[in-house]
């Protein structure tokens, strides 16, 4: 092997490190058996959510698992190999991609990260069925609301009764 190889194959080992440091999530997936059309559909799903797809050589993915400290990953990187990178939404890639395998059963999840932390196929997929940051911040409105709306019926009410009353 040349040293030009050597050195592309060590830059690629350093880029793929920081992507993982960086990611809020990761999933890994085999993604072979999907049609031509099945793939391009699941990358523009991902996409469209600012999540990165690429299909790596494991033997660069496991250097950059054990580089950015994210070691146990050894088991996952076997076989055909496609990796999900999420920078900001933690919960997108793992339902976008365990939504699709729902209908595209030659997609697996293999496993992944979730901030900075391993995660088994299970812990993925178990991720995939919370609701989104949307739908997240939406039951956490409506949790702060509930109070004040209980207040204002009791208002009502003593309002109302003393209007009966007089």
Not at 21 to 38: F, M, N, P, W, Y
Not at 105 to 112: R, S, T
């Amino acid at each position: 092997m040349s040293q030009a190889n050597i050195a592309k194959k060590a830059e690629l080992v350093d880029f793929y490190a920081e992507k993982m440091k960086a990611a809020a999530s990761i999933v890994i997936v085999d993604s072979r058996g999907l049609t031509v059309e099945q793939d391009t559909v699941l990358r523009r799903n991902l996409r469209e959510s600012d999540i990165e797809f690429k299909v790596v050589k494991n033997a660069i993915l496991r250097r950059a698992a054990e580089k950015a400290g994210l070691n146990n990953l050894e088991d996952v990187f076997v076989g055909p190999t496609a990796i999900a990178f999420s920078n900001e939404d933690v919960i997108a890639p793992a339902k976008i991609i365990n939504d699709f395998s729902q209908t595209a059963k030659a997609l697996e999840i293999k496993g992944g990260a979730i901030e900075g932390e391993v995660s088994s196929k299970e812990d993925i997929i178990a991720l995939a069925k919370l609701p989104n940051r949307e739908g997240l911040l939406s039951m956490l409105l409506s949790v702060l609301q509930a109070p004040v709306r209980n207040v204002a019926y009791a208002v009502k009410a003593v309002a109302e009764s003393k209007e009966d009353a007089a």
